[in-house]
């Protein structure tokens, strides 16, 4: 029996939500036959018992099909039309708010969680002048939260790359900003900063728990037949 699917060329015809439950899938079994099905379905949007009837080299040529598609490294989307409306990525990332960030750093490194993240990140566009534009002001809605599951994995790739890349930068940057400041500070100013050093600490510590899992998820986006 012949089985006709619509297999995806590329990361934008792929969810979130999709790819959400294939991780679902590969954190939970360590059956490579029944992932190679599991993805079928869920990336090609067939019923499981229709892969039992799909040639098994066929099998095999879709997920290698599959790992090239993931293998693409996206870049940021600054503003994507989403859902019948226009959605912009927060334009000056330095202006991201204290309750934004805690938001952001809570779930951009927990793949069941991304659509909050990415709920953070794009926010509909208010106002538009060139290539300069407003977005409305960030609201935990979950409703809003769970429409992000359909946005296209291009997007959602390109933005964690984005994030990824600020905070490997901020890492590298920061031990050099602490030395300029200090070698300015007068010996008070360097006894406040000694007051305020747990919560420099924190923020480092933060950065450097959140680059490992970015790191894991950036680099095993599938997993091998």
């Not at 991201?96 to 926010?123: C, P």
Request: aromatic share 8%; with cysteine.
């Amino acid at each position: 029996m012949q089985v006709k699917i619509n297999i995806p060329d590329s990361l934008s015809e792929i969810k979130l939500h999709q790819y959400q439950r294939y991780m679902n899938v590969v954190d939970n079994s360590n059956d490579d036959l029944f992932i190679s099905q599991k993805t079928i379905e869920i990336f090609c949007d067939i019923d499981l018992k229709n892969t039992l009837n799909i040639a098994y080299k066929d099998v095999t040529e879709i997920m290698h099909h599959f790992k090239s598609v993931f293998d693409v490294k996206p870049e940021l989307k600054r503003i994507v039309t989403f859902n019948g409306k226009e959605y912009g990525f927060i334009p000056n990332i330095d202006d991201i708010s204290l309750g934004e960030l805690i938001d952001v750093s809570n779930s951009i490194n927990d793949i069941q969680k991304l659509h909050i993240a990415m709920g953070v990140l794009y926010r509909p566009v208010k106002a538009k002048y060139k290539q300069l534009y407003e977005i409305e002001d960030y609201k935990a809605d979950e409703l809003v939260m769970e429409e992000m599951k359909r946005l296209p994995l291009d997007v959602v790739f390109g933005a964690m790359l984005f994030f990824y890349r600020l905070v490997n930068d901020l890492l590298k940057a920061i031990p050099m900003y602490l030395e300029e400041k200090v070698k300015e500070m007068t010996t008070h100013s360097k006894h406040n900063l000694e007051l305020n050093g747990d919560g420099i600490m924190q923020s480092i510590n933060l950065l450097k728990e959140m680059l490992p899992d970015l790191t894991r998820l950036l680099n095993n986006k599938l997993i091998n037949v």
